[in-house]
Nanobody
Framework: QVQLVESGGGLVQAGGSLRLSCAAS????????VGWFRQGPGKEREFVGI???????TYDDSVKGRFTISRDNAKNTVYLQMNSLKPEDTAVYYC??????????????????WGQGTQVTVSS
């Protein structure tokens, strides 16, 4: 069982930056693939990006070039660095984890564990 806890959300002006953290329990977290999702007001939860267990990353086009995912396996933590934030980035951000590679990584159902979410609000 893996427990995930997000932190780092808050209120920021457009153009600003925030770094979210996803801290996990478990000694083998480095073997997990970790995805980031977000859910804006009145919207479906959508894929943001993923940190594969091997360390590489994949991003949705909407955040490519602005968001960066990194991980520190020694600290059991995955980070989402968000730069050049826009009002449309306003959402609750979630991290999710799975031990298995899935080609459907952008879908919510591909993950076994979820955090509780952290709110990010970008003002114009």
């Amino acid at each position: 069982q893996v427990q995930l806890v997000e932190s780092g959300g808050g209120l920021v002006q457009a153009g600003g930056s925030l770094r979210l953290s996803c801290a996990a329990s478990g000694r083998t977290f480095g073997t997990y693939t970790v995805g980031w999702f977000r859910q804006g007001p009145g919207k479906e939860r959508e894929f943001v990006g993923i940190s594969w267990s091997g360390g590489s990353t994949t991003y949705d086009d909407s955040v490519k070039g602005r968001f960066t995912i990194s991980r520190d396996n020694a600290k059991n933590t995955v980070y989402l660095q968000m730069n050049s934030l826009k009002p449309e980035d306003t959402a609750v951000y979630y991290c999710a984890a799975t031990k298995y590679y899935k080609s459907t990584y952008s879908l919510r159902g591909s993950y076994d564990y979820w955090g509780q979410g952290t709110q990010v609000t970008v003002s114009s």
